[in-house]
């Protein structure tokens, strides 16, 4: 196990696990990656690194390709690093491809990117992961892709869309440019480009209106847009766990977000709907895996990653998140499969923000967001 990881590693056995509270949950009030362990003997064994985002997000993976994982194979351990993505890309580029601090790299797709083009990550093949072949084609990008396999591939689908209160909305939205209408007046709810979901609202805003954000002039159009937006922007919630609060409490009525959050809400009980725009379409929200540059457990590595695309892992984490599956042979249970839309038809519809262009500007966008949003 690397040295620089057992510095702040904390393991827990899986009776501890049980009896101290779920994982995540322990693993978010302390420092660093906790390990599971089994006693058992397996084909498999040996430590892995597998980055995890926290919250339900991260309580889903545990229970549905974590655990399931561990009962297959008993003598295995997973380290989970609950960083963020710009600091597991820094811990990636110090480790430059050498014993690296994780063994699966998992970044959002801009950062995933620049790790890709900086030999952060290493490709794997189809003899190494096999469900990879029974993907849908989103899930693995041509820019992912050499003649020597795969460098990373998208595990589930996330579609950011309109999420409204139907106590407060009488006539819901149906595009992006609906939130303009004078009827959401003090409704709706738009975050600063920091957070993730209100970028991709922005870049939503630039292709509506016929433009893309590599065009100066049609960023230009988008703030100009966006001036007419502030009588109906009731707040600017910084991150998910903010709108959450604020639609929680009804202080917004009308917010960009994800489909899986908003079912999420409303299986909760929140009086909470989602629409899935079709000028343009959803914003694609994938998750994107690989195998990063130098692990010394690739073997490991590329079984996990490949039992997290496999049918069983897929039906659970997505039926739990509200996500769509990347398997092709996952069909969703009907209660969630009646909101939820996936498949080629519903993918197709789906468009990505240019990152490369976004990692450039957007420190510009930032100061222009709140100079429009301060004054």
């Known amino acids: 196990m690397n040295e620089h990881v057992k510095k702040n590693q904390r393991s827990l056995t899986r009776?501890?696990?049980?009896?101290?509270?779920?994982?995540?949950?322990?693993?978010?009030?302390?420092?660093?990656?906790?390990?599971?362990?089994?006693?058992?003997?397996?084909?498999?064994?040996?430590?892995?690194?597998?980055?995890?985002?926290?919250?339900?997000?991260?309580?889903?993976?545990?229970?549905?390709?974590i655990d399931p994982f561990l009962e297959l194979h008993p003598d295995v351990e997973i380290q989970v690093d609950l960083s963020a993505d710009a600091e597991r890309l820094v811990k990636l580029r110090a480790a430059g491809g050498n014993n690296p601090p994780m063994d699966i790299v998992g970044l959002s797709t801009e950062f995933m990117d620049a790790a890709i083009r900086e030999?952060?990550?290493?490709?794997?093949?189809?003899?190494?992961?096999?469900?990879?072949?029974?993907?849908?084609?989103?899930?693995?990008?041509?820019?992912?892709?050499?003649d020597e396999g795969f460098y990373a591939i998208h595990q589930n689908w996330g579609q950011?869309?309109?999420?409204?209160?139907?106590?407060?909305?009488?006539?819901?939205?149906?595009?992006?440019?609906?939130?303009?209408?004078?009827?959401?007046?003090?409704?709706?709810?738009?975050?600063?480009?920091?957070?993730?979901?209100?970028?991709?609202f922005f870049i939503a805003t630039i292709r509506a209106l016929g433009g893309h954000e590599s065009n100066p002039e049609d960023v230009d159009a988008a703030f100009a847009?966006?001036?007419?937006?502030?009588?109906?922007?009731?707040?600017?919630?910084?991150?998910?766990?903010?709108?959450?609060?604020?639609?929680?409490?009804?202080?917004?009525?009308?917010?960009?977000?994800?489909?899986?959050?908003?079912?999420?809400?409303?299986?909760?009980?929140?009086?909470?709907?989602?629409?899935?725009?079709?000028?343009?379409?959803?914003?694609?929200?994938?998750?994107?895996r690989g195998i990063a540059m130098g692990t010394q457990n690739r073997e490991l590595a590329t079984a996990f990653l490949d039992y997290t695309l496999s049918p069983e892992a897929q039906q659970g984490f997505c039926?739990?998140?509200?996500?769509?599956?990347?398997?092709?042979?996952?069909?969703?249970?009907?209660?969630v499969a009646e909101k939820v839309q996936y498949g080629d038809e519903a993918y197709n519809l789906l468009f990505e923000p240019d990152y490369e262009v976004v990692s450039v500007e957007l420190g510009d966008w930032q100061q222009r967001w709140t100079r429009l949003f301060s004054s």
Do not use: C
């Open 319 to 335: 039926e739990q998140m509200w996500y769509g599956p990347s398997n092709t042979s996952v069909e969703l249970r009907e209660e």
């Open 225 to 288: 847009k966006f001036e007419d937006l502030k009588p109906n922007v009731a707040q600017t919630p910084a991150d998910s766990g903010a709108v959450q609060n604020l639609l929680e409490r009804g202080e917004i009525g009308l917010v960009h977000l994800w489909d899986g959050r908003a079912f999420g809400l409303a299986e909760a009980g929140l009086p909470v709907d989602f629409v899935y725009t079709t000028d343009p379409g959803p914003v694609a929200s994938g998750a994107p």
């Open 160 to 200: 950011l869309g309109i999420a409204y209160r139907t106590d407060l909305v009488e006539n819901p939205p149906k595009e992006w440019l609906d939130l303009w209408d004078p009827q959401y007046e003090g409704l709706v709810g738009f975050g600063p480009l920091t957070y993730s979901a209100a970028l991709q």
């Open 119 to 146: 030999s952060l990550v290493d490709t794997f093949t189809e003899d190494e992961v096999p469900n990879a072949t029974e993907l849908y084609e989103i899930s693995t990008p041509e820019n992912w892709q050499t």
């Open 15 to 65: 009776r501890e696990v049980v009896q101290r509270g779920t994982a995540l949950g322990l693993a978010a009030s302390i420092s660093g990656p906790y390990v599971i362990s089994r006693a058992k003997q397996s084909a498999l064994s040996g430590s892995i690194v597998v980055p995890v985002a926290g919250g339900s997000w991260g309580d889903a993976f545990q229970a549905n390709m």
